[in-house]
């Protein structure tokens, strides 16, 4: 559970009440007439901010827009704290460890990378740095991008450094939306951007690099003999109803039953292109915002008059009314969470082959060159 990433859409009960039917109808109607799995047109470059790693840029059409820079710096890796020793044992540690083999050296990578290895800070207009959302989606983003194995090993240097990756996600205009897909895409961008100078020294040796930048090895390599490396993208779902809609704008998160943040990683494999990651619930706006009134409770209404009138006396005309009232689907707020046939549905509609989260990756795929 989250906080909601934009202020409160101000629409009345009528408003909620349509705007539900019409996105819970077999053929969903959305306000600007996508398609259920349909995302907003976007803007994306590459390559934009001079001294740094990688960065990038993404700009939806509702003129929400982020950019992401990344510096990358050598730190030197924190020894177990179980082992204490002199400087002369490790030296001599060093000197062992230079000989050692290479598996050896992989064995210890998962070991060593932590979550000091990335630091990722992110900065919306309107929010402070310790607000809960920039907290929040800082956090999601760090787990998902340390949690593939990929980049853990590319931070790994030897035993004693490691280059730690600094991510500075800057959202330009207040958020109109959930941010986090844009945030999750303009890293995903800048990441597959990133390069890092060539190591010139011994593996065991202190790291020493080429000054050369167009030598520089790219952090996410595209080798198509050994399948894809890509960082892993967020896509959000919401639910109305039976139905699954992708991309939510602000206006349709207002009356969305769940809100669900997946996280999918490409594979490279033919017949799996993706994998999953995580599943995260988002409290939907819609749980706070108030119900509507039924004509036979409202005394402004034709039918509220009427039954102000009669009184309590007529059981079955109240009873009338009251089927009257249900038929309108007075806006109310969602209880509950998600049924789990509907969340396998989720999964498939975005992992399976040829599904939303190939489509959005192989969209991305024109903006890296």
Known sequence: MAPQGSSQTLLSPAELSFLHSSLSSPIPIRPDLRAPTQFRPLVAETDILPSTNGSARICFSD?????????????????????????????????????AKDTGAKSQTKAQTSHTDLDLSIEIPGFRDDDPLPIFLAS????????????????????????????????????????????????????????????????GDDPLFDDDW???????????????????ITLLVMTVGDNIIFDPSREELAVADAVLAVTVLSTGVREAPLQLLAIRTIDPPSRLTPPGVPDAANPATAAGAAASTTGQGNVQKQAATDEMADKDRVWTPPRGGIKRGLLARIVKAVVEKGGVGEEVLQGLSAVET
């Open 63 to 99: 003129g929400t827009e982020a950019i992401v820079g990344i510096k990358a710096e050598v730190e030197k890796t924190a020894q177990a704290p179980h082992h204490t020793s002199t400087s002369e044992d490790v030296l001599d540690t060093n000197m062992n460890d230079a000989d």
């Open 140 to 203: 999601m983003l760090t787990e998902t991008l340390l949690s593939t194995p990929h980049l853990s090993q590319k931070l790994h240097i030897n035993v004693r450094w490691h280059w730690k990756l600094y991510i500075d996600v800057l959202l330009l205009s207040p958020p109109l939306s959930y941010p986090l897909p844009l945030l999750s895409l303009t890293t995903h961008l800048a990441l597959l951007n990133t390069a890092l100078p060539r190591l010139k020294s011994d593996p």
């Open 214 to 232: 167009a030598a520089a090895v790219p952090l996410y390599t595209q080798d198509g003999s050994k399948g894809t490396n890509r960082p892993p």
